[in-house]
C-alpha cells in the first residue's frame, strides 16, 4: 500500500462546475495535510493546508479531512480553465516527513 | 524578500561524475527536503533534514547524498551510483505550522 494515494486522472470537468480531488494516507499519525497545484514544468505552488478534521475555506478551494477514515479532498468550485493543471496531495507524518502522492490530472473543458 | 533558492536552474552531467545541487533558503525553517520528479509522475522523497548536522533517507536515498552543515544550506549530490539521475529535482523547507515552500526546481540531464 503506497503512504499517499491519489488517482491519477485524467480528470475531466465543465467550466463552471465543481471539482472533487481526493487522496487516502496510510499513516495515522500524519499531523498536517496540503494540497499544491503545479502546471507543468513548474514547481509545486500551495493551494490549501489543513491540521484539524472538518473543512477549510479559501476563495473557490475547500479541503475537507476526515482522520478516522484517512482522507482528505479538496473541492474546486467554479472551475476555470486556469484551474488545469495536476495536483498533488502531500502529508505530514511523524518526524516531519512529508511524502506526495503521484497527483491528479485535472481538465477543465471549455 | 524571503524564499528557497535552487541552483542552477538546468544542469548537465557526464557519465560516472558527481554533480552538486544547491538549496539554500532564509526562510529560517528547520525542515528542508529533497525530492525528485520524473515526467508524469509525482514527488519521491530522496533525503530530509530536521535540524542542522542530521538528515534522514526517504524513500529513494540511493546514490545521493547531502549535508546540512548550516540551517539556510541543504545542498544535494547526485553520484555516480545514480544510475538514471536525469530528472527535475525539487528543493523544499518547511516551518512550524506552515506549508512546505519550493525552490524553483533543478532539471539534470545526462549527456
Known amino acids: 500500500q503506497k503512504e499517499v494515494e491519489q488517482n491519477s486522472g485524467p480528470l475531466s470537468v465543465p467550466e463552471g462546475a465543481i471539482a472533487s480531488l481526493n487522496c487516502t494516507y496510510s499513516?495515522?499519525?500524519?499531523?498536517?495535510f496540503f494540497w499544491y497545484r503545479q502546471y507543468s514544468g513548474k514547481s509545486p505552488e500551495l493551494i490549501m493546508f489543513?491540521?484539524?478534521?472538518g473543512d477549510k475555506e479559501d476563495g473557490r478551494f475547500t479541503a475537507q479531512l476526515n482522520k478516522a477514515s484517512q482522507y482528505v479532498s479538496l473541492l474546486i468550485r467554479d472551475s476555470q480553465p486556469s484551474d488545469s493543471a495536476t495536483y498533488l496531495c502531500a502529508v505530514k507524518g511523524s518526524a516531519s516527513k512529508i511524502i506526495f502522492g503521484s497527483g491528479t490530472r485535472l481538465s477543465i473543458r471549455p | 524578500d524571503g524564499g528557497i533558492t535552487q541552483s542552477p536552474k538546468y544542469l548537465f552531467r557526464k557519465e560516472g561524475q558527481n554533480v552538486t545541487l544547491s538549496c539554500e533558503q532564509n526562510l529560517n525553517h528547520d525542515a528542508m527536503y529533497w525530492y525528485r520528479q520524473d515526467p508524469g509522475q509525482g514527488l519521491r522523497l530522496i533525503y530530509y533534514s530536521q535540524i542542522v548536522n542530521d538528515f534522514q533517507k526517504g524513500d529513494i536515498a540511493e546514490g545521493y547524498s547531502v549535508s546540512r552543515e548550516k540551517k539556510e544550506s541543504f545542498p544535494l549530490t547526485v553520484t555516480s551510483a545514480q544510475k538514471n539521475p536525469t530528472a527535475f529535482y525539487l528543493c523544499?523547507?518547511?516551518?512550524?505550522?506552515?506549508?512546505?515552500?519550493f525552490g524553483q526546481g533543478t532539471r539534470l540531464t545526462v549527456v
Open positions: 489543513i491540521y484539524s478534521n
Open positions: 499513516d495515522r499519525g500524519s499531523q498536517s
Open positions: 523544499a523547507s518547511l516551518g512550524t505550522y506552515t506549508e512546505a515552500f
